[in-house]
């Protein structure tokens, strides 16, 4: 049972179009992520986000872009997507307390044609 | 630079026996250590964790092993079943990170 949602699961999208990935949680976290990981790959951190307006970007650099308006709510958004952009993308939150494991999304996997 | 390596992509066990999948990690401040199991088309599922002021953390079939000075963790899964069948990531933080690094995983096959 998923406390933590991300739709869509899966898009194909044409070169240039304006793409937001959503994630939802239930559980009441302050911490939420992004991360993108590539098949037969690590998972590399794009983003993340200690509460509401509070967003940082990660290790791996990424040309999306995130929000954090509500403490459940943490979409990704992609300007103008193009074929590099084709990746799953893995949102996750944990608690506040230090250390905290990483709840993580079903994911979404993102095609760009 | 990977600063935790699964140097094996894959493992195949019988059922009923034990599986040891290993990890190896090259930043010395990296306290906290985990263990991700990950079935196709869903994201990771936390199985279990261990902080470096422990060598030894126990759930239930889970157990995992952490060696520093050698830089190396396993786990232990015993005894093995089918639906065990999936690619696990290790992953290492230091206190007051912000990220998690991950391996690259190893996908692990349970033949009935």
Redesign the interface.
């Known amino acids: 049972e998923a406390d933590?949602y991300?739709t869509p699961?899966y898009l194909v999208i044409g070169t240039g179009k304006k793409i937001t990935l959503e994630c939802s949680q239930t559980m009441g976290h302050d911490k939420m992520y992004w991360y993108q990981q590539d098949p037969?790959?690590?998972?590399h951190?794009i983003h993340?986000s200690y509460g509401v307006n509070s967003t940082?970007k990660?290790?791996l650099s990424s040309e999306s872009t995130v929000s954090r308006i509500r403490t459940e709510h943490f979409p990704l958004t992609l300007e103008s997507a193009r074929p590099s952009h084709t990746s799953q993308y893995?949102c996750?939150s944990s608690e506040y307390r230090?250390?905290s494991?990483?709840?993580?999304?079903?994911?979404t996997r993102l095609t760009v044609t | 630079d990977?600063q935790?390596k699964q140097n094996s992509?894959s493992l195949s066990v019988q059922e009923g026996r034990i599986s040891i999948l290993n990890c190896d990690y090259t930043n010395s401040m990296f306290?906290?250590f985990?263990w991700?199991k990950k079935y196709p088309?869903?994201?990771?599922?936390?199985l279990i964790?261990i902080?470096s002021i422990k060598d030894k953390n126990e759930d239930g079939r889970f157990t995992v092993f952490l060696n520093k000075s050698a830089k190396h963790l396993s786990l232990h899964i015993v005894p093995s079943q089918p639906g065990d069948s999936a690619v696990y990531?290790c992953a290492a933080?230091g206190?007051?990170a912000?990220?998690?690094?991950?391996?690259?995983?190893t996908r692990l096959t349970v033949i009935p």
């Open positions: 933590i991300q699961r037969g790959m690590e998972l951190l993340y940082e990660g290790d893995l996750a230090d250390p494991p990483l709840h993580f999304g079903n994911g | 990977q935790v992509p306290d906290y985990l991700y088309a869903e994201g990771p599922t936390f964790s902080s990531f933080s206190t007051g912000n990220n998690l690094f991950f391996g690259t995983g």
